[in-house]
């Protein structure tokens, strides 16, 4: 069996879905906090199969100890963790203690349970503010910008150094900036708080918001505004699954191997907004306001190495990601 935690996330979702529909069982456990039950319920629809999950917060480490009674894990991919920027600035210790604890207790499952293998739910901001793009894994791992980035950055460095003493091996994926939704328009990101970009520009073309915020039109880049590497999430989703079976076959080369994923292309936030309304034909007011705190400017990645050894294939383009996100859109109220 497989555990993800986080499973009824934005990219927890697309990859359970992915997985079962490759013969896997998996146990989903999520707290809902960033989600809600009924995408249980909507995984099931894509899968006809009825989907096992616990509900449990990850920092209360009796009960994710108590899992290993019960289930019998060969792989955990763990994706929980929160992720807004500017909120991890606000209260950084909210995020250490749930991105870092959760993962703490995670590792320590797995030891109990006799389960070796874990892919890691991780981010380009451990990259920081690079020097050159696009960004390779050889980059060197800089002070991230946000106390989130800083768990991830310190996730990873817990997960090698397990991996050092041969507790675990693990693959980190770093994933550029996940949008889209599902083909069958029943998953999506769906998120509580909004702070990423994709659910604020529907949001406005909904009519719900008046206009998208801008942050910065004083960039050193195309048109000011900061670039980013767009990726539809179920080509971030096939990556685990791939992920997974490297390491269930014993291809890894090293106990720990980190891989980007990202499309390779830079995409400015006044290029997403215009693609956006071309492809959607709707109106998205903005305004440009002040750069936000834990920005970089310009980041997009190369991600060859994931297409070399775990063999990942992108196979969705920015229309199709922006247009998946917006039609899933029109199905919820
Ligand atoms: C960051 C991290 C990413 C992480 C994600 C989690 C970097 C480079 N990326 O993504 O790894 O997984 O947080 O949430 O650190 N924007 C606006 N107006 C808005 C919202 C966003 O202009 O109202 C712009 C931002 O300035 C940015 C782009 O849109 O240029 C994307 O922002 P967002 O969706 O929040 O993701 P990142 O901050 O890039």
Known sequence: MILVTGGAGYIGSHTVVDLINNGYDVLVVDNFCNSTVSVIADMEKICG????????????????LALAAKYKFTSVIHFAAYKAVKESSDNPMKYYENNIVGLMNVIQLMQKSGCKNLIFSSSCTVYGEVDKVPVKESSPIQQPLSPYGNTKKICEEII????????????ALRYFNPIGAHTTYLLGDNPQNFDNIMPLII?????ISSHLNVFGDDYNTVDGSCVRDYVHVMDIASAHVKAMERMRKGKMEKAFEAFNLGSEKGY?????????EKVNNVKVNFKVVGR???DVSNIYSDSTLA???LEWKINFSIEEMLSSAWKRSLKQT
């Open 49 to 64: 199969k009825t989907i096992l999950f616990e509900n449990i917060n990850l920092i209360d480490k009796e009960a994710v």
């Open 160 to 171: 090698r150094d397990m991996t050092s003493i041969g507790a675990i091996e693990a693959i």
């Open 203 to 207: 949001k406005v073309a909904k009519g």
């Open 268 to 276: 400015s936030v006044f290029e997403l907004i215009k693609t956006f």
């Open 292 to 294: 936000r705190e834990g």
């Open 307 to 309: 297409k070399e050894k």
